[in-house]
């Protein structure tokens, strides 16, 4: 698939997208497309994998019904061991739009097998391997939502349009072209991101910072044992990485279910095999779900600021992701316990980089203790990176990045960047273009000063400051205005005096003509 008919996939998916507008919620619609974006892609592997395995037999997946039921029985073991799951040639998503159609039978009631289908892929996956990556998966996609409709009968209506005009797009698996319809997936959430306002970032980082951050984290990196993002979302961040190193396995965990269901997805929608890739569901701070693991890369986009239980909770209290560093972050911002629970979770030869909004560098109490340690006892930060503003869903604040390496080569400062100047301005959201990124990179790699852009700050500089990293203590964009002349002030002053007096001289001339008083 070239990159023609990658836009041109995407173009087809947005829509059909938009032609759900005016019949669905706009916060609602985007779990069917992307649901049913997903059934027909399980579909067309389940039909690729069948096919392989019948080659020697003289026989398609679609013949089989018919014949011996072993064929199915047979089908559905090695099906479940390799893909994860199953479905009968019966329960393909072809199959279900030649119903929808009235082209296997008279009955296009389609609703009732659909729900069937859904639960079906689910069930196939109990008590193996896969169980985890495929319970709920498709729970959003409620087919008994009145938003479909109010009878039946209209729900059914909205549902084969969907269907039919979704089968219509050839999705081309070909192995080495599998990213195409991952890419194109994650443009839809992109898509779907920018007009969902504020709660898009529940979900979704902008495809420019995640593009930033998986540059930043993988300098020096060809091959990683383990990448972990504790905020996942639909899991972009982590599927970026990709473009970088070569990552066995990924793990994420993140509090949204819808998030859950779309960043399992997104990781098997870029083949990424179940085996290969973990996601849980709940909450990071509170609920830990890997505990004892520890990964070479981390990447996150934190929800900024987030409210949490911190020391009143007397668990979290005594947590080892906690309690070294003095403090806990306090109850109204949350931004520095995920960066001390990213920093456990980090392998001896790990690297990580996480957003967070600027309040992080300076903000005294809790948070300042908890920063002076991380710098003075820990030595794990090693870049300050500030972004322009409104680059992100749901807040128009600036927000900057972090680096932090457990095995620190350049451990004797921190490097600033002030990047927040260089972007484009977007309709309703400004981003980052291709040069803006590689500038930030190329800077961050060669780690010298430049002036009012970037500055190698020595440890000891930073003491003197406090602990206190606001990027303008190190980085000096002031820029000095020309030195004022005194004489041509005067001169211009003059020239406009005398531009006055001839302007008055007119104006009485025409009052004298009329017989009128002068206004001065």
Not at 268 to 274: A, G, K, Q, R
Not at 397 to 413: E, G, N, S, T, Y
């Amino acid at each position: 698939m070239t990159s023609d008919q990658k836009r041109q996939l995407e173009k087809q998916l947005w829509a059909i997208a938009n032609d759900l507008r005016g019949k669905i919620n706009a916060d609602e619609y985007k779990n069917y497309i992307l649901g049913f974006i997903f059934y027909k892609y399980l579909s067309e592997k389940q039909i690729n994998f069948a096919n392989k395995r019948l080659a020697s037999s003289q026989l398609t997946y679609d013949q089989i019904l018919d014949k011996d039921p072993k064929y199915i029985e047979m089908m559905q073991k090695y099906s479940v061991e390799d893909l994860g799951f199953f479905l009968r040639p019966d329960e393909i998503f072809s199959y279900l739009v030649a119903r929808a159609k009235g082209e296997k039978g008279n009955n296009r009631f389609i609703l009732e097998d659909l729900k069937r289908i859904l639960n079906t892929i689910e069930q196939t996956s109990r008590a193996t391997e896969s169980e985890e990556d495929f319970t709920g998966l498709f729970s959003d996609v409620d087919l008994t939502s009145t938003k479909l409709g109010k009878t039946e009968n209209a729900k059914n209506e909205i549902i084969s349009e969907i269907l039919i005009k979704l089968n219509e797009i050839d999705f081309d698996l070909d192995q080495s072209q599998s990213d195409m319809l991952g890419d194109a997936y994650e443009y839809l959430i992109g898509e779907f991101a920018a007009g969902a306002g504020k709660k898009a970032g529940e979900f979704y980082t902008p495809s420019q910072v995640s593009k930033l951050l998986a540059k930043l984290v993988t300098v020096g990196k060809k091959q990683v044992r383990s990448a972990y993002d504790p905020t996942c979302g639909s899991g972009s961040l982590l599927l970026k990485l990709r473009n970088h190193v070569e990552v066995s396995d990924y793990y994420g965990q993140d509090n949204t279910h819808t998030a859950f269901n779309l960043a399992r997805m997104n990781m098997m929608l870029h083949d990424v095999p179940f085996a290969r890739f973990d996601i849980k569901h709940g909450d990071t701070l509170t609920d830990d779900q890997f505990p004892k693991e520890k990964f070479e890369i981390i990447v996150a986009n934190p929800p900024f600021s987030l409210t949490w239980k911190g020391e009143k909770d007397p668990v979290l209290a005594q947590d080892d992701r906690f309690t070294q560093y003095g403090r806990l972050a306090p109850k109204s911002a949350a931004d520095y316990a995920f960066i001390t629970h990213m920093l456990y979770h980090l392998a001896d030869n790990g690297q990580m980089a996480v957003v967070v909004p600027h309040g992080v560098l300076f903000r005294s109490g809790a948070e300042g203790t908890i920063r002076k340690y991380i710098i003075e006892k820990q030595n794990v930060l090693d870049a300050v990176i500030g972004l322009p503003a409104n680059l992100f869903f749901g807040t128009s604040i600036p927000a900057c990045i972090l680096v932090f390496h457990k095995c620190r080569k350049h451990d004797q400062d921190v490097f600033f960047i002030d990047a927040s100047k260089e972007f484009e301005k977007g309709k309703n959201q400004n981003y980052l273009k291709d040069e803006h990124i590689q500038k930030i990179f190329e800077t961050y790699v060669k780690r010298e000063d430049v002036d009012k852009y970037a500055h190698k700050a020595p440890l000891s500089e930073i003491q003197e400051n406090d602990y206190n990293l606001n990027i303008p203590r190190y980085v000096d964009t002031f820029e000095e205005e020309e030195p004022i002349d005194i004489q041509d002030v005067a001169n211009q002053l003059k020239s406009l005096q005398k531009e006055e007096g001839a302007l008055q001289a007119k104006i009485k001339s025409f009052c004298d003509e009329l017989k009128i008083d002068t206004p001065f």
